[in-house]
């Protein structure tokens, strides 16, 4: 499948300025990331779009190809979507891959690409299930409901669904998923999604999946055995560093 990767990268950030070089094992944040995606086989290209200097300079040095993006985007599909239409306009697939993932695995991108061989499916992502009571209650883990299919049916930042046994003092197993934010987007379904304007789910659960949903946009899932940590705060980096001193 014709499928391009970009990374978005953008340098200011409220928790963590300047994240993406942010050195992690004597190397930038962003090129764990590059180095990550270059081993997905499904992958025609990575492209590292930012709207900073100081860090298309840091991917050109370590051999990624990078392009400069408007600094004005609410979000970083918006400049993903610019990077498509930009420098990969024959592209059938494009992969959202953030720059604050260097856990991610090349088989995660695989997977997601190859969900869009479903063609009922306008988007892919993926889910691992929640092991951990305090994942399940947690409202920065975004849990993800689908059906029999694996498509979509809600994301939310509340422990759904609610287990009726569990909320009555039974201590029935947990079966919920967290969503891990990778997509893989048909282009003309990216182009959509970015050309909408945000939904009320989306506003009151700040999470732009939801505006596809409510769109009519259908987005398959796949489990995976996989679990990331996304670098928010410099205090993320050190738990990424001991995953990274046993990442196999």
Known sequence: ??????IPARYFSSRFPGKPLAPLKGKPLLQHVYERAKGARLAREIIVATDDRRILEAAESFGAKAIMTSGGHPSGTDRVAEAARSVAPEARIIVNLQGDEPLIRPEMIDDVIMLLEDERADIGTLVKKIEKEEEFTDANIVKAVFNGE???????????????????????????????????????ALMR???????????AERLEQLRALENGMAIKIKETQYDTIG??????????????????
């Open 1 to 6: 499948m014709d499928a391009f990767v970009v």
């Open 150 to 188: 694996g498509f979509a049916l809600y994301f939310s930042r509340s422990p759904v669904p609610f287990h009726m046994d569990r909320g009555q003092g039974g201590k029935g197993p947990l079966k919920a998923y967290k969503h891990i934010g990778i997509y893989a987007y048909r282009k003309e």
């Open 193 to 203: 999604l970015t050309g909408l304007p945000p939904t009320a789910l989306e506003e």
């Open 231 to 248: 670098v928010d705060t410099p205090e993320d980096l050190l738990k990424v560093e001991e995953c990274l001193n046993t990442y196999s």
